[in-house]
């Protein structure tokens, strides 16, 4: 409470010495009496501060929609969310967006200069941080993954000729919808 609202509770008596002397009363103990911002309260003492934290560490696992998304993100920045449903083939919750968000992971970029202007998004410096990335660069790619075991073995010439159709499809639709061209260019830019 500030000073002139503890005095009209005390029938307009001057509180501030009254204060004061608490204050200095206070100090050596493990509660102070402190001002801060005109509004006087209780604190506890800052050498004991540390007894009092309460520090749970709380595991948050993501669902497995929001590690793709999170993946897609990564890999395709700046994305939108139709290119995140175009590649992951299924629709995404604004939810599982908001999460990662929440996380401090993703961040919204901007506007995709096209029809609709829809929202992009793109990684966060503590995405960079949690994952002991330096840069993008750092993600591991498509070798790497299939060394770990984290991809199915693929057939190369299959994988080359779906590589060619998206090309071929991105050059149709060039400039059309929100980036589908774009897309595929930047999937074939990962894969390499």
Do not use: C, N
Request: charged share 30%; aromatic share 4%; no cysteine.
């Amino acid at each position: 409470m500030t000073a002139d609202q503890i005095s009209t509770h005390l029938g307009q008596a001057s509180v501030t010495p009254a204060l004061r002397t608490l204050e200095a009363h206070y100090a050596q103990r493990g509660i102070h009496l402190v001002e801060r911002g005109r509004r006087w309260h209780f604190e506890t003492a800052p050498d004991l501060a540390h007894l009092l934290r309460r520090e749970k560490e709380e595991v948050r696992r993501l669902s497995r929609a929001a590690t793709e998304v999170l993946a897609i993100v990564a890999y395709h920045e700046p994305v939108s969310r139709a290119e995140i449903e175009a590649i992951r083939g299924v629709q995404t919750a604004k939810g599982t967006l908001d999460v990662l968000m929440e996380a401090g992971w993703v961040r919204v970029a901007g506007r995709r200069e096209v029809p609709g202007r829809p929202v992009i998004y793109a990684t966060t410096p503590d995405f960079l941080a949690h994952f002991g990335l330096a840069t993008l660069k750092d993600l591991p790619g498509i070798d790497e993954l299939r060394a770990a075991g984290l991809l199915d073995p693929v057939d190369d010439d299959m994988l080359e000729a779906a590589m060619a159709k998206d090309a071929e499809a991105g050059d149709e639709v060039e400039g059309e919808g929100e980036g589908e061209g774009e897309g595929a260019e930047s999937e074939d830019r990962q894969i390499e």
